[in-house]
């Protein structure tokens, strides 16, 4: 039996780490959030060059696919590899047959002299890597790419840097994808942003948002658990909430799955509907991935209450809304699943050798 869907979305994705399985052990073991990003993640990003970014989305867009996901808002950094880091994304992404939306994370925590900026010392004007990725940015989107505007987060922009990013999203007719409160050390972002976010924002976790600010919230409980930042309580929020995985792949019914027993831990009386109404809300961002067709292994995939007790799930078959048959019986039509996979490994190696 099996049965059919829309494509999925995934609401937040880091398409650039689907190179980090694997990868050395950082110098030193993160004891906390601030330590997990400073000795794994922006090492990676400042390691990030534009042949490894292209193999590492290709075969993240490749898994998403193999997941009904076909759709996907993602999310980029890496100080040296900025300029056409978005073109990138996209063209890896359209040879699958992903629709995506591409956003570069400006921030200011990298240095003009290329040192990574001292937390203790919040920085006070933008730099030129900041400018650079607002740059970028623009030249996607004003080039006709699908975009937003990304934000980093606010404990590490200057406020400079923040009002530019909003300045040039109103400029474009686009919103701001940003992280926001996702450790305590971003626990003023609320304060920070309250004055420039608009209903087409991102705001992504949301876990120390401490007060409403305007936009959707990308709520991802996989990777809040794996940094253990603590839980977002998404459903007391008046946003429309969303989901996304943070860059932990993009199989949105696992991600759903885990944002149900999440809700469940924290509210015994809670419905996996709730959750489901989440993963649905992704195609107000993304309405294409509506007229996509997913065929699944499963003839209850369309029922939360089924869905969410039922392990082993997967796609089968997915055409686009133009009715092109995008995987076949689990194999993708457009790339080889078996290069990819190769190319990516080789990357890899590249990477983990500049950690």
Known sequence: MSATTPGLVCAHHHLYSSLARG?????????????????????????????????????????????????????????????????????????V??????????????QDNGALWDSALPPSEMTSAAARGLAECERFIRGGGRGMVGIHAAFTCSDETLQA?????????????????????DSSAAARLDHLTASNWLLVH????????????????????NNAVGYAF????????VLGTDG?????????????????????????????????????????????EVTWNYDHVDSPWHVAFTPGIRALDVRNGDGELLLDNGVCTRVDIAEVRAKAAEQAVRLF???
């Open 23 to 95: 990868m050395p052990a950082p110098p030193q073991n993160p004891n906390n959030f601030l330590s997990i990003l400073q000795q794994v993640w922006w090492r990676l990003d400042a390691a990030l060059d534009l042949e490894m970014l292209k193999w590492s989305a290709m075969l993240g867009a490749v898994e998403a696919l193999q997941s009904g996901t076909t759709a996907i808002i993602d999310h980029h950094e890496g100080p040296n590899a900025i300029e056409g880091s978005l073109q990138v994304i996209a063209d890896a992404c359209t040879q």
């Open 97 to 110: 047959g992903v629709r995506v939306v591409c956003a570069y994370g400006v921030t200011d925590r990298w």
């Open 165 to 185: 990013a909003a300045d040039l999203a109103d400029a474009l007719d686009v919103g701001v994808h940003v992280h926001v409160g996702e450790g305590e050390i």
């Open 206 to 225: 949301g876990v120390h948002l401490n007060q409403y600010l305007s936009g959707a919230l990308a709520h991802n409980p996989r990777s809040n658990m």
């Open 234 to 241: 998404p459903a007391q929020r008046p946003n429309m909430v």
């Open 248 to 292: 932990i792949g993009a199989d949105m019914l696992e991600e759903f799955r885990l944002a149900y027993v999440a809700h469940r831990a924290d509210d015994v009386t809670a419905s996996p509907e709730t959750a489901w109404q989440w993963l649905a809300n992704g195609w107000q961002l993304v309405p294409e991935a509506l007229s996509d």
């Open 353 to 355: 050798s500049r950690l």
